[in-house]
């Protein structure tokens, strides 16, 4: 274990090296400063974070002094000397306490003083030998220690004390919390949870394939000298060229799943409550057990502990049995009467404690798993007791029982944010009520759907109906009083669910004060849409009439506006680039707005300004609006737009609006500059540079409405170089706040500093006051802005109007050419989506800098680039039409796949609206028979009994919203249902799909059907029995009902981001991009404290920091520390992404890489064909990333000397490379060269030489004689020839002489081990820097020069994996 105290995270106050070392690096990056997760353990078991949260929110406040100390030389400089400081301070603050529980003995605790009491509680809690304690307290010489209080402030506590756990009496409250931490503990390895998708559990696999921790195990094992005891055969059906794509792989079997059965049943007696006689003698309540010996008892908890009552399943006697037994935890008293439990329950706290904390740490937001094998339903009283008391959020944590959401939602975002520690703080608890409002809102959407909550309006009909539960209040996505219906009906009313979330998202990116949006999540499930959101206090009590004072509640007709909304409005007009506008009321009064007509302002009871329906947020997508009279322009028109779509809410996305805002503006900049060079050849005098360089001073007063704004005049070169030097600090505060505008509208992540760099340039140079007094340059501004469509005549701002071609709204007379000129501007955007998005998007694919693996990361490559889902036809059209399509057939076949299955989640939706629930499971099995079965004439199962009683039932009027004919989905037919997909995909998609099978389409496009069946349950919530189905008979149907598990809701939400965090984690890229890796390391190391403090240990961003660090670690050498970190990675992304998850599939390839180089060679191939497999079910195997994995497996079998096998993956791997970068590619020359040495060591020299000769062409051409790649190979090539020419000396010799031949000695080479680590880092796009104590400046000339030779020779060029480059976009929600 590497010393961690020299990346000790510098501002994580709490956490002191010696902590950091005991855990082993696990616990590391999970310091946190709150209590709720921050759970130290000396004997390094980790930590779980279930037991963590019982102290809810109420820790919040005890961090901030101690952030407040570092935050002075911690953030701004970053230096390495402030680190070194800081890091001294956190090492003199920890010190060492003893414990002493009853029955142990003590053990010594590291502690810091800024952690609570409480958290020593969760330690003692989690650990082995004290796990079985809940209620006790912890004493200082007789003293009970507070637990809400801070070490610190502790008399007395010092280095040494010995602190005594003294038991406690029990009240109910803490009976009951006991009786759930036993409960906990035994089924902390089971993963039913994770299956059916519960309390933030999710599986993750990578234990099994590590054989446990990574560590030095691996090593271990294999110190012989011989690799030869490597079994490398790969399964079967991972074989390059095989057809087998089984399914049962995807979840091996993990032993420690097999549960050690330590009780048969624990639950709740059904004598309680104990009757008043009882409670007197302090019986709080009484368990029924029985053992594993079928003994079956009685337990009373009392206030003294648990002994066992004479009571019988039918006799009530509660007088203690003899012997009793009084044991202060229940778990001493099983051990007492039950060997078994006491042996059973030893070793599953062993094993519990041996797992990786990321293996059971909550994930953030649930995570749901599309297969499942058969779980045994067991006994569980915690499970039944949590669904029938209307337990809703955490009732026994939280003073005061349900949560007022919408007080907690606003009230977080109130928090203060002057500096780092305060901004942590906040974005903390922003992140945490959000996610614990997304996982109640989801219950509350299923109990809904499920019936389990009455209407608050129960008169009306069931589509109507809405529901509080849980002070969240739910409404289903129906055109409720044709309130949609100029807009599309239904359609519409689907649609604008997620138009608003997507508005909600935007504006509370952009976090201004005062401004407040409603928690907002929308769930699919069982065909229904419902819409959570946080409820506006006093909104119920009043009309709505009377409460909105801003906008309109009737699309327009009737329209307020309020002049504090315009105020704080204003302030969001420019990072969303909304127009402030005017309409026309009922009166034909104008009416002044700063947002589309329908968002509405609503002042609740606690004065706070709402804003609400923001489905408008972002204007109109003209390319599915057809209007009359309106022309788009011909780059539209000639791709058949405009198109007719379901719904009139079509708009574009922020995305495009950003993009298209970044293009014009580069448009604007090159006209200006061409013209002021025209103007300075016309008169060629000197006058205008001066007039350019005195601007810095006017800033000041302009601050406000110019700063990602331009002025042309900067663009002469001499002026903008005059220029930077004299700005002033004015000028500086003001590019910073423009590029935090930019960086900050949440979903520029793609490309964070959209206008960024480009300010830099234009905001120095101050704003365009005094240099339109040439009138000359004034008026190339003009035309420049006129030509862009600027809003502003004297600099660049663009900005659309979001209620342009709104049906009802009426601008007045006088802004009629700004309307005019903001119908250009959407036309031109639209066009712009068709003309440069889509074909950048292809571009991207074609050089392979964007690599989409499924639907899902297709669907991202589509949204980062501002293209709607609706354009995937259009996309795929234009695919077809590209000359180079032969590269992008793996992209055509997703986008198919991607297709096919939205039309059918589309038809599956109302499918099951007309399903009622005991008839669920047999409708779905019959539906996936309809897609996916080759079986001809599937029919449903209705067993005949059903059938009666459900026609006695038809009377009763509480049917699921939606209703319908009950049995109108069994006539579905395969020949019908594939008839529907293919209208579908005309009428959604315009595209042309001519199939009448599934058959015909997995022919026709190359598709698989374990990978269609994967996306259509992963978009409609299915979970399936896992096992292999034969989808291609065509005498049985491939799914019966019972293969359908469970169906899980699909929930879309807000995602809080650390912006802090990130912006470190951006500096840290940056730095490493120039070469500067220690210093990249440091920001990225500090960037990973700051996710941690806000996110928790879970979380995506976190996993994308982690593999960045685990890939630097790599690069200066550090391979166990890289080992370590990427096993977090890919833990983490099993476990927040799933478990098959293109991501998780990266995850793997890196982590089989840093495991070769430390010599564990087995793990590297397992890890290899787990990916392998993982890629074969999601994509299949015609795919470019296939060919970076096969030449990893290759290479690694080479270095264990299986040839044959080596020969079948880089063969195949020179196929795909050769598909895909066209066979003049330097990936194809590489994959000849990898090829031929196999063959060399297998002394077939012939075809070795063969390989070479092509390879050595390839770089002949491509880089000249000259070049070093093109020599090496040449090198090799005469290497070959003398060998092959040895070897056939020595063959003719044993012709000629037979039996008695001299025969030279051939050398016939094992590759080095070294030599395979070489040609592996180079295929994936790793270059080495020997990191002796060398000037950095050195290195950075050296990463230059190398870089400069990827550049030109792109030798060693790694596609999608650039070594620093983070490909790893953090994904948006």
């Given at each position: 274990?590497?010393?961690?105290?020299?990346?000790?995270?510098a501002?994580?106050?709490?956490c002191?090296?010696?902590d950091?070392?005991?855990?082993?690096?696990?616990?590391?990056?999970d310091?946190k400063?709150?209590?709720?997760?921050?759970l130290?353990?000396?004997?390094g078991c980790?930590?779980?974070?279930?037991?963590?949260?019982?102290?809810?929110?109420?820790?919040?406040g005890?961090?901030?002094?101690?952030?407040?100390?570092?935050?002075?030389?911690?953030e701004?400089?970053?230096?390495?000397?402030?680190?070194?400081?800081?890091?001294?301070?956190?090492?003199?603050?920890?010190?060492?306490?003893?414990?002493?529980?009853?029955?142990?003995?003590?053990f010594?605790?590291?502690?810091?003083?800024q952690?609570?009491?409480?958290?020593?509680?969760?330690?003692?809690?989690?650990?082995?030998?004290?796990?079985?304690?809940?209620?006790f307290?912890?004493?200082?010489?007789?003293n009970v220690?507070?637990?809400?209080?801070?070490?610190?402030?502790?008399?007395?506590?010092q280095?040494g004390?010995l602190l005594?756990?003294?038991?406690?009496?029990?009240?109910?409250?803490?009976?009951?919390?006991?009786?759930?931490?036993?409960?906990?503990?035994l089924?902390?390895?089971?993963p039913?949870?994770?299956?059916?998708?519960?309390?933030?559990?999710?599986?993750s696999f990578?234990?099994?394939?590590?054989?446990?921790d990574?560590?030095?195990?691996?090593?271990?094992?294999?110190k012989?000298?011989?690799?030869?005891?490597?079994?490398?055969t790969?399964?079967e059906h991972?074989?390059?060229g095989?057809?087998?794509?089984?399914?049962v792989?995807l979840?091996?079997?993990?032993?420690?799943w097999?549960p050690?059965?330590?009780?048969?049943?624990?639950?709740?007696?059904?004598w309680n409550?104990?009757?008043?006689?009882?409670?007197m003698?302090?019986?709080?309540?009484?368990?029924?057990?029985?053992?594993?010996?079928?003994?079956?008892?009685?337990?009373?908890?009392?206030t003294?502990?648990?002994?066992?009552?004479?009571?019988?399943?039918?006799?009530?006697?509660?007088k203690?049995?003899?012997?009793?037994?009084?044991?202060?935890?229940l778990?001493?008293?099983?051990?007492q009467?039950s060997?078994?439990?006491k042996?059973?329950?030893?070793?599953l706290?062993?094993?519990?404690?041996?797992?990786h904390?990321?293996?059971r740490?909550a994930t953030?937001?649930?995570?749901?798993?599309?297969t499942?094998p058969q779980?045994?339903?067991?006994?569980?009283?915690?499970r039944?007791?949590?669904?029938?008391?209307?337990?809703?959020?955490?009732?026994?944590?939280?003073?005061?029982?349900?949560?007022?959401?919408?007080?907690?939602?606003?009230t977080?975002r109130?928090?203060?944010r002057?500096?780092?520690?305060?901004?942590?703080?906040r974005e903390?608890?922003i992140?945490?009520?959000?996610?614990?409002?997304a996982?109640?809102?989801?219950?509350g959407?299923?109990?809904?759907?499920?019936?389990?909550?009455?209407?608050?309006?129960?008169?009306e009909?069931?589509?109507m109906?809405?529901?509080?539960?849980?002070?969240?209040?739910?409404?289903?996505?129906?055109?409720v009083?044709?309130?949609?219906r100029?807009?599309?009906?239904?359609?519409?009313?689907?649609?604008?669910?997620?138009?608003?979330?997507?508005?909600?998202?935007?504006y509370?990116?952009?976090?201004?004060?005062?401004?407040?949006?409603?928690?907002?999540?929308?769930?699919d499930?069982?065909?229904y849409?419902?819409?959570?959101?946080?409820?506006?206090?006093?909104i119920?009590?009043?009309?709505?009439?009377?409460?909105?004072?801003?906008?309109?509640?009737?699309?327009?007709?009737?329209?307020v506006?309020?002049?504090?909304?315009?105020?704080?409005?204003?302030?969001?007009?420019?990072?969303?680039?909304?127009?402030?506008h005017?309409?026309?009321?009922?009166k034909?009064?104008?009416?002044?707005?700063?947002?589309?007509?329908e968002?509405?302002?609503i002042?609740?009871?606690?004065?706070?300004?709402?804003?609400?329906?923001?489905?408008?947020?972002?204007?109109?997508?003209?390319?599915?609006?057809?209007?009359?009279?309106?022309?788009?322009?011909p780059?539209?028109q000639?791709?058949?737009?405009?198109?007719q779509?379901?719904?009139?809410l079509?708009?574009?996305r922020?995305?495009?609006?950003?993009?298209?805002?970044?293009?014009?503006?580069?448009?604007f900049m090159?006209?200006?500059?061409?013209?002021?060079?025209?103007?300075k050849a016309?008169?060629?005098?000197?006058?205008?540079?001066?007039?350019?360089?005195?601007?810095?001073e006017?800033?000041s007063?302009?601050?406000?409405?110019?700063?990602?704004?331009q002025?042309?005049?900067?663009?002469?070169?001499?002026?903008?170089e005059?220029?930077?030097?004299?700005?002033?600090?004015?000028?500086?505060n003001?590019?910073?706040?423009?590029?935090?505008?930019?960086?900050?509208?949440?979903?520029?992540?793609?490309?964070?500093a959209t206008?960024?760099?480009?300010?830099?340039?234009?905001?120095?140079?101050?704003e365009?006051?005094?240099?339109?007094?040439?009138?000359k340059?004034?008026?190339?501004?003009?035309?420049?802005c006129?030509?862009?469509?600027?809003?502003?005549?004297?600099?660049f701002?663009?900005?659309?109007?979001?209620?342009?071609?709104?049906?009802?709204?009426?601008?007045p007379d006088?802004s009629?050419?700004?309307?005019?000129?903001?119908?250009?501007?959407?036309k031109?955007?639209?066009?712009?989506?068709?003309?440069?998005?889509?074909p950048?998007?292809v571009?991207d694919?074609?050089?392979?800098?964007a690599l989409?693996m499924d639907?899902?990361t297709?669907?991202?490559?589509l949204r980062?680039?501002g293209?709607?889902?609706?354009?995937?036809?259009?996309?795929?059209e234009?695919?077809?039409?590209?000359p180079a399509?032969g590269?992008?057939?793996?992209f055509?076949?997703?986008?198919?796949?991607?297709l096919?299955?939205?039309?059918?989640?589309?038809?599956?939706k109302?499918?099951?609206?007309?399903?009622?629930?005991?008839?669920?499971?047999a409708?779905?099995?019959?539906?996936?028979?309809?897609?996916?079965?080759?079986?001809p004439?599937?029919?449903?199962?209705?067993?005949?009994?059903?059938?009666?009683?459900?026609?006695?039932?038809?009377?009763?009027?509480?049917?699921?919203?939606g209703?319908?004919?009950n049995?109108?989905?069994?006539?579905?037919t395969?020949?019908?249902?594939?008839?529907?997909?293919?209208s579908?995909?005309?009428?959604?998609?315009?595209f042309?799909?001519?199939?009448?099978?599934?058959?015909q389409?997995?022919?026709?496009?190359?598709l698989?059907?374990?990978t269609?069946?994967r996306e259509?349950?992963?978009?409609?919530g299915?979970?399936?029995?896992?096992?292999?189905?034969?989808?291609?008979?065509?005498?049985?149907p491939?799914?019966?009902?019972?293969?359908?598990?469970?169906?899980?809701?699909?929930?879309?939400h807000?995602?809080p981001?650390?912006?802090?965090a990130?912006h470190?984690?951006?500096?840290?890229?940056?730095?490493v991009?120039?070469?500067?890796?220690?210093?990249?390391?440091?920001?990225?190391?500090?960037?990973?404290?700051?996710?941690?403090?806000?996110?928790?240990a879970?979380?995506?961003e976190?996993?994308?920091?982690?593999?960045?660090?685990?890939?630097?670690n790599?690069?200066?050498?550090d391979?166990?520390e890289a080992?370590?970190?990427?096993?977090?990675a890919?833990?983490?992304?099993?476990?927040v992404?799933g478990?098959?998850?293109?991501?998780?599939?990266?995850?793997?390839?890196?982590?089989?890489?840093?495991?070769?180089?430390?010599?564990?060679?087995?793990?590297a191939?397992k890890?290899?064909?787990?990916?392998?497999y993982?890629?074969l079910?999601?994509?299949?195997?015609?795919?470019?990333?296939?060919?970076?994995?096969?030449s990893?497996?290759?290479?690694?079998?080479?270095?264990?000397?299986e040839?044959?096998?080596?020969?079948?993956?880089?063969?195949?791997?020179?196929t795909?490379?050769?598909?895909?970068?066209?066979?003049?590619s330097?990936?194809?020359?590489?994959?000849?060269?990898?090829?031929?040495?196999v063959?060399?060591?297998?002394?077939?020299?012939?075809?070795?030489?063969?390989?070479?000769?092509?390879?050595?062409t390839?770089?002949?051409n491509q880089?000249g004689?000259?070049h070093?790649?093109?020599k090496?190979?040449?090198?090799?090539?005469?290497?070959?020839?003398?060998?092959?020419?040895a070897?056939q000396?020595?063959m003719?010799?044993?012709?000629?002489n037979?039996?008695?031949?001299?025969?030279?000695?051939?050398?016939?080479?094992a590759?080095?081990m070294?030599?395979?680590?070489?040609?592996l880092?180079i295929?994936n796009?790793i270059?080495?820097i020997?990191?002796?104590q060398?000037?950095l400046?050195n290195?950075?000339a050296e990463?230059?020069?190398?870089?400069?030779?990827?550049e030109?020779?792109?030798?060693?060029e790694?596609?999608e994996?650039?070594p620093?480059?983070?490909?790893d976009?953090?994904?948006i929600?």
């Amino acid at each position: 274990m590497v010393s961690k105290t020299d990346d000790i995270p510098a501002s994580v106050p709490n956490c002191n090296p010696v902590d950091l070392a005991d855990e082993a690096g696990d616990g590391a990056q999970d310091c946190k400063e709150s209590s709720k997760t921050h759970l130290k353990d000396s004997c390094g078991c980790g930590h779980s974070a279930d037991t963590a949260m019982v102290n809810g929110d109420g820790a919040h406040g005890h961090t901030e002094e101690a952030e407040s100390k570092q935050d002075g030389n911690g953030e701004a400089d970053g230096g390495e000397d402030s680190n070194e400081q800081e890091v001294i301070v956190i090492q003199d603050t920890g010190f060492t306490v003893k414990i002493q529980a009853p029955g142990t003995e003590p053990f010594d605790l590291q502690v810091s003083p800024q952690e609570m009491v409480q958290e020593i509680h969760q330690v003692l809690m989690d650990r082995e030998d004290t796990c079985h304690r809940t209620c006790f307290s912890l004493q200082l010489d007789g003293n009970v220690l507070d637990n809400f209080a801070e070490l610190k402030s502790i008399e007395g506590l010092q280095e040494g004390s010995l602190l005594k756990v003294v038991e406690e009496p029990y009240t109910v409250r803490e009976a009951r919390i006991h009786v759930r931490h036993i409960r906990d503990l035994l089924k902390s390895l089971d993963p039913s949870d994770a299956y059916n998708g519960v309390d933030c559990n999710s599986l993750s696999f990578l234990s099994i394939f590590t054989d446990g921790d990574l560590g030095d195990s691996g090593k271990r094992k294999k110190k012989g000298n011989e690799l030869e005891q490597i079994d490398c055969t790969p399964p079967e059906h991972i074989l390059p060229g095989s057809k087998d794509r089984p399914l049962v792989p995807l979840q091996p079997q993990n032993k420690d799943w097999k549960p050690m059965q330590c009780l048969k049943v624990l639950t709740m007696s059904g004598w309680n409550p104990p009757p008043g006689n009882r409670k007197m003698h302090g019986d709080l309540m009484y368990l029924y057990i029985v053992t594993v010996e079928e003994r079956h008892i009685s337990v009373t908890a009392s206030t003294r502990g648990f002994y066992l009552n004479q009571s019988t399943t039918y006799t009530f006697n509660p007088k203690p049995a003899n012997p009793s037994f009084l044991s202060h935890s229940l778990v001493e008293l099983l051990s007492q009467i039950s060997p078994a439990f006491k042996k059973n329950f030893t070793a599953l706290q062993k094993k519990r404690v041996q797992r990786h904390p990321f293996e059971r740490i909550a994930t953030p937001f649930q995570v749901y798993s599309w297969t499942a094998p058969q779980v045994d339903h067991a006994m569980d009283c915690v499970r039944a007791e949590d669904a029938y008391t209307s337990r809703l959020g955490y009732e026994e944590h939280i003073p005061g029982q349900t949560r007022d959401w919408n007080e907690e939602l606003q009230t977080t975002r109130e928090l203060p944010r002057k500096n780092l520690p305060e901004r942590l703080l906040r974005e903390r608890a922003i992140f945490k009520v959000h996610s614990d409002f997304a996982a109640a809102a989801t219950r509350g959407a299923m109990a809904v759907i499920d019936g389990n909550v009455m209407a608050i309006n129960p008169g009306e009909e069931t589509r109507m109906q809405m529901f509080i539960w849980n002070n969240i209040f739910f409404s289903l996505g129906f055109d409720v009083r044709d309130h949609y219906r100029e807009l599309g009906g239904d359609a519409a009313a689907h649609a604008a669910p997620t138009n608003d979330l997507n508005g909600v998202r935007a504006y509370g990116a952009v976090d201004v004060e005062g401004l407040y949006t409603l928690g907002t999540v929308v769930v699919d499930y069982r065909g229904y849409r419902v819409t959570a959101q946080s409820i506006i206090p006093g909104i119920l009590e009043r009309e709505q009439e009377q409460s909105v004072i801003y906008g309109s509640i009737d699309f327009g007709k009737t329209v307020v506006s309020h002049s504090k909304y315009l105020e704080l409005l204003e302030k969001t007009s420019r990072p969303l680039k909304v127009q402030r506008h005017s309409v026309l009321n009922e009166k034909n009064d104008n009416v002044e707005l700063c947002s589309s007509v329908e968002c509405k302002g609503i002042i609740g009871n606690d004065g706070r300004h709402y804003i609400l329906d923001l489905l408008r947020t972002f204007p109109p997508d003209l390319n599915f609006l057809p209007v009359d009279g309106e022309v788009l322009p011909p780059e539209s028109q000639r791709q058949g737009f405009p198109r007719q779509h379901r719904h009139r809410l079509a708009c574009l996305r922020q995305e495009l609006i950003e993009a298209f805002v970044e293009h014009r503006y580069l448009l604007f900049m090159k006209m200006a500059a061409l013209q002021l060079m025209q103007q300075k050849a016309n008169k060629d005098t000197k006058t205008d540079t001066p007039a350019i360089t005195e601007t810095s001073e006017s800033t000041s007063e302009s601050k406000d409405d110019t700063a990602p704004t331009q002025t042309a005049s900067s663009d002469s070169p001499s002026a903008t170089e005059a220029s930077t030097d004299s700005t002033s600090p004015a000028d500086n505060n003001n590019t910073t706040a423009a590029s935090q505008t930019a960086t900050d509208s949440e979903e520029t992540s793609s490309k964070p500093a959209t206008n960024g760099p480009l300010e830099l340039a234009a905001t120095q140079n101050g704003e365009c006051k005094s240099p339109l007094e040439d009138p000359k340059s004034r008026e190339v501004v003009l035309n420049a802005c006129k030509a862009v469509g600027s809003i502003s005549n004297t600099s660049f701002d663009i900005r659309f109007n979001p209620d342009i071609f709104s049906p009802g709204v009426r601008f007045p007379d006088d802004s009629a050419d700004d309307v005019q000129k903001q119908k250009q501007l959407l036309k031109d955007a639209a066009a712009f989506l068709v003309s440069c998005q889509i074909p950048s998007l292809v571009k991207d694919c074609l050089d392979h800098s964007a690599l989409p693996m499924d639907g899902a990361t297709l669907t991202e490559a589509l949204r980062q680039r501002g293209i709607n889902v609706r354009y995937l036809g259009t996309v795929l059209e234009f695919v077809d039409k590209t000359p180079a399509k032969g590269q992008l057939e793996h992209f055509y076949r997703i986008g198919i796949s991607e297709l096919i299955t939205r039309c059918a989640k589309h038809i599956f939706k109302t499918y099951l609206q007309g399903v009622e629930l005991s008839a669920l499971s047999a409708a779905v099995s019959h539906f996936l028979n309809c897609f996916l079965s080759s079986f001809p004439d599937a029919v449903a199962h209705l067993p005949p009994d059903e059938l009666v009683s459900r026609r006695k039932s038809r009377k009763r009027r509480n049917r699921v919203p939606g209703g319908g004919d009950n049995t109108a989905w069994a006539s579905l037919t395969p020949s019908e249902l594939w008839k529907n997909i293919a209208s579908e995909a005309q009428s959604y998609y315009h595209f042309t799909i001519q199939c009448e099978s599934v058959d015909q389409v997995v022919e026709k496009y190359g598709l698989q059907k374990t990978t269609l069946l994967r996306e259509i349950s992963v978009k409609t919530g299915i979970q399936i029995l896992i096992k292999e189905y034969n989808f291609d008979s065509r005498h049985k149907p491939a799914f019966t009902e019972e293969d359908i598990l469970n169906i899980f809701p699909v929930v879309k939400h807000v995602n809080p981001k650390a912006s802090d965090a990130f912006h470190f984690f951006q500096s840290g890229q940056a730095k490493v991009q120039q070469g500067f890796l220690k210093e990249g390391c440091e920001l990225i190391n500090e960037a990973l404290n700051l996710f941690n403090n806000v996110y928790g240990a879970m979380h995506v961003e976190i996993c994308a920091c982690l593999r960045l660090l685990a890939r630097l670690n790599y690069i200066m050498g550090d391979h166990p520390e890289a080992l370590s970190n990427q096993q977090k990675a890919v833990l983490m992304s099993e476990r927040v992404l799933g478990i098959e998850h293109p991501n998780t599939i990266q995850e793997y390839m890196h982590l089989a890489l840093y495991c070769f180089a430390n010599g564990q060679l087995s793990t590297a191939l397992k890890l290899l064909y787990r990916a392998r497999y993982l890629m074969l079910l999601v994509s299949g195997e015609d795919h470019p990333e296939m060919a970076l994995l096969d030449s990893n497996i290759g290479l690694v079998l080479h270095g264990v000397m299986e040839y044959d096998l080596s020969l079948r993956f880089l063969e195949n791997a020179l196929t795909i490379n050769t598909k895909y970068h066209g066979a003049r590619s330097l990936k194809v020359a590489l994959s000849h060269h990898l090829v031929a040495r196999v063959y060399e060591s297998k002394a077939e020299f012939r075809s070795a030489l063969q390989h070479e000769k092509e390879g050595y062409t390839i770089y002949k051409n491509q880089m000249g004689e000259a070049h070093e790649k093109t020599k090496e190979s040449s090198e090799y090539l005469k290497y070959l020839t003398q060998q092959a020419v040895a070897l056939q000396r020595t063959m003719n010799e044993i012709y000629k002489n037979g039996s008695n031949a001299s025969i030279m000695p051939l050398k016939f080479t094992a590759p080095s081990m070294a030599s395979v680590l070489e040609q592996l880092n180079i295929i994936n796009g790793i270059i080495f820097i020997p990191l002796s104590q060398k000037d950095l400046e050195n290195l950075k000339a050296e990463v230059q020069r190398r870089q400069q030779l990827q550049e030109l020779g792109k030798s060693e060029e790694p596609t999608e994996d650039t070594p620093l480059e983070l490909e790893d976009k953090i994904p948006i929600d």
